[in-house]
């Protein structure tokens, strides 16, 4: 019986990825015949690349507007070149748009795999119904509507996503190694990737420590000492338990000899910063870092909009609203915070009000500039998103939730400019490890999802403008 749902299974897969490369391809050719120039950023990513492909790597021929590093452009150099020499195409075939956005077409497949993979050892396999679970939530994170847009675009999220995301798995599986080394592929992509193989050893340490907190629990169980009362009992157990683990030699001896390939590739990424003078290149000027607190709320709302299936209903609303009762006092210091946060640290980057292409430069103009009072009254809303958030990661531990609640904190914050984008990674990550939720859930988030993405390629391809100064032809994106 086992095996022959492992085989239908495996049926299922192939026949949902399929699907998706088939329809895939079918919009790359609607995008190559409609964008026969670089669009956005394409301008500065694909004239790069072509420069590598023609074998010009010299510092001299970089373009100073980029502010990433190049694996994006080494990778597809090592995909489209070999391609020259096995059929013969020639330099201008195999340097083209065409085939240089195609390596994202291929990473979105790698991609497609290794979500399946990682909802395989992520989520438990002890249920019939899981199998179709995992292959509608491999399906719905593979055409998640902000990240499949940029898989027909030459862009670096495939490939950014791809060296990440096979890092965990690598580093689920306990090839640190491994998952060291492809986080530095990830690195390559963007620089910030590295808070994610961070994540990575953080995990490895949030175990461990999970473990340890298990044996203190029950040594207080069997020595039946008073119980701490108070409304940040739990939270004070918990720090003291991390300073007495910490101040032992033996645990940081346990957990470095753990985590020894990230704590290399940390103090590279340290000496890289030390030696370039900061985490950027190329033009600094836009992507000043600072604190953006409020990115925080943003990415709550996000990700309650993308994941309203899963986040929202009457049930959690009542929930919420009894915790909130329940711990009152707590909640009117979090939301009195939280609004000091929107009013010292709202930061609106040049580029989100100068460029109308974005669907942020609408969100921002319709919601956050309606009336000033606007980005305050929608501080109930981020609580709300904040705690369904971590109330759907409950299943996972107090420090599994530590590390990768600072692993968010430091990759999106410190981002002047609100953009979708960099929600990307992290929202991954939080769907992968989510508990499976039921098919109809799935099969409504799917269906959104795929709704959203012929909106928006409808959109991008058909509705079409021009600037009064500008005789280019400008389509709305994410």
Known sequence: ????????????????????????????????????EPYMDEVFHLPQ???????????????????TLPGLYLVSVGVVKPASWIFGWSEHVVCSIG???????????????????????????????????????TLALAVFPTFYFFNFLYYTEAG????????????????????ALLGFGGFMFRQTNIV????????????????????????KKEEKLPSVKGPFSEFRKILWFLLGYCMSFKNLSVLILLTWPYILLVLAFCAFVVVNGGI???????????????????????TLFFSFPHLLSP???????????????QFLVITAVSMFLVWKFTYVHKYLLADNRHYTFY??????????????????????????????????????????????????????LLEFRYFILPYVIYRVNIPLPPTSRLVCELSCYALVNFLTFYIFLNKTFQWPDNQDIQRFMW
């Open 1 to 36: 019986m086992g095996s022959g749902m492992a085989q239908l299974e495996g049926y299922y897969f192939s026949a949902a990825l399929s699907c998706t490369f088939l329809v895939s391809c079918l919009l790359f050719s609607a995008f190559s015949r409609a964008l026969r």
């Open 99 to 137: 085939m240089l956005r195609f390596v994202n077409l291929l990473f979105s497949v790698g991609n497609f795999y290794l979500l399946y993979l990682l909802f395989r050892k992520v989520q438990p396999r002890n249920k019939a119904a899981s199998s179709i679970q995992r292959i509608l939530s």
């Open 363 to 416: 969100v921002w103009k319709r919601v956050f500039q309606k009336h000033d009072i606007m980005k305050y009254l929608l501080v109930p809303g981020y609580l709300f998103a904040g705690w369904s958030i971590a109330d759907s990661l409950k299943s996972k531990s107090v420090f599994w939730n530590l590390m990768f609640f600072i692993c968010l904190f430091t990759s999106i914050v410190p981002q002047k």
């Open 196 to 219: 994610w193989t961070v994540f990575c050893a953080g995990h490895v340490i949030a175990h461990k420590l999970t473990e340890a907190w298990k044996t203190e629990l029950q040594k």
């Open 315 to 329: 049930t959690k609303v009542k929930a919420f609203i009894c915790v909130v009762w329940k711990h009152r006092i």
């Open 280 to 302: 950027v290149i190329g033009d600094r000027s836009n992507h000043e870092a600072c604190l953006h607190f409020p990115q925080l709320f943003y990415f709550f709302s996000f």
């Open 160 to 179: 950014s996503m791809f060296f990440t995301l096979f890092a965990y798995l690598m580093c689920l599986y306990g090839n640190h190694k491994t998952s």
């Open 49 to 67: 690349a072509q420069r590598y492909c023609e074998g010009r790597f010299s510092p001299a021929q970089w373009d100073p507007m980029i502010t």
